[in-house]
């Protein structure tokens, strides 16, 4: 599932091709919306929010109608591709959800794991559940903090996925966060010495990674990109140990995901003092 960071450059990416601009194509291709169209209306907007991607248009003055987002989720296997009109799709057009374009660019939203069109005014239904977003404008470190420490017997490991409590975190910055503070995924919430640091440190990586085309959490763009997502295995580039991977789920029913860690430097006994600043 893509990480907020990869939203967040999906919505600059459609921001630059549809924003100030009236459509000229709609095509809504789901059951739901496929008698829609908003043809003539302005493209107001474009934001991400977590996961969460919202384009927000304005009807024409010849037409009585509100303010409209169209609200939608990557999950898995979605994407936004941005095309000069005209120009061929790179993915197949069955997979096509939705069509947005004008003289300029056309925008394809392909296996979207959701989409859905609803007033703007009504936006809060849809994600006024989420935490704070690391890529937001109203991000609030205390909030997030205040969120977590809500279950403090949860494991750290499981609480940064949950959107309810930080929006935008994924499998990837989990585990990425978990080691530069040095903390074991299984460790109590209320166990983590300094949660303001923890999530300082997730802010601070997506922010740095936001503008990139590849993400880097290491410092450096080269074969190892992570510390240590998707290295079970490998040495540990602080103690040159074996990482391991474990899989964690918040009940028996629940889907397991894959969480990657350092059994050495992210272990109980690693004082919280040693943790990388």
């Not at 921001?15 to 919306?33: I, M, N, Q, T, W």
């Amino acid at each position: 599932m893509p990480e907020g960071d990869t939203v967040f450059r999906t919505a600059r990416r459609l921001e630059a091709a549809l924003v100030g601009k009236r459509l000229s194509v709609s095509d809504f291709r789901v059951p739901e919306h496929s008698t829609l169209s908003i043809v003539d209306w302005l493209v107001e907007s474009v934001v991400s929010r977590g996961k969460h991607l919202l384009i927000r248009v304005n009807p024409p003055a010849k037409v009585a109608a509100p303010p409209l987002s169209i609200h939608s989720h990557l999950l898995m296997d979605g994407h936004w591709d941005v095309y000069a009109t005209g120009e061929r799709w790179r993915t197949p057009a069955f997979k096509a959800r939705a069509v947005l374009g004008n003289p300029a660019f056309t925008a394809v939203g392909f296996e979207l794991g959701f989409l859905q069109v609803l007033r703007t005014a009504d936006e809060v239904e849809v994600i006024g559940h989420l935490g704070p977003d690391p890529l937001g404008h109203s991000w609030d470190p205390a909030e997030a903090v205040r969120r977590l420490r809500l279950n403090p017997d949860r494991p750290i490991g499981l609480a940064l996925l949950d959107q309810r409590l930080i929006s935008g975190l994924g499998n990837i910055y989990r585990s990425e966060v978990l080691f530069v503070t040095r903390v074991h995924p299984l460790t109590a919430v209320g166990d983590v010495e300094d949660l303001a640091h923890l999530v300082d440190i997730a802010h601070r990586l997506l922010q740095a990674n936001k503008d990139r085309a590849r993400r880097v959490t290491t410092g450096t763009d080269g074969v190892d990109r992570y510390w240590v997502y998707g290295r079970a295995g490998q040495p540990c580039m602080r103690c040159g140990g074996p990482l391991s991977k474990e899989s964690l789920a918040e009940s028996p029913r629940s889907a397991e995901r894959d969480v990657y860690f350092c059994p050495s430097c992210q272990s109980a006994d690693v004082p919280a003092s040693e943790a990388t600043h």
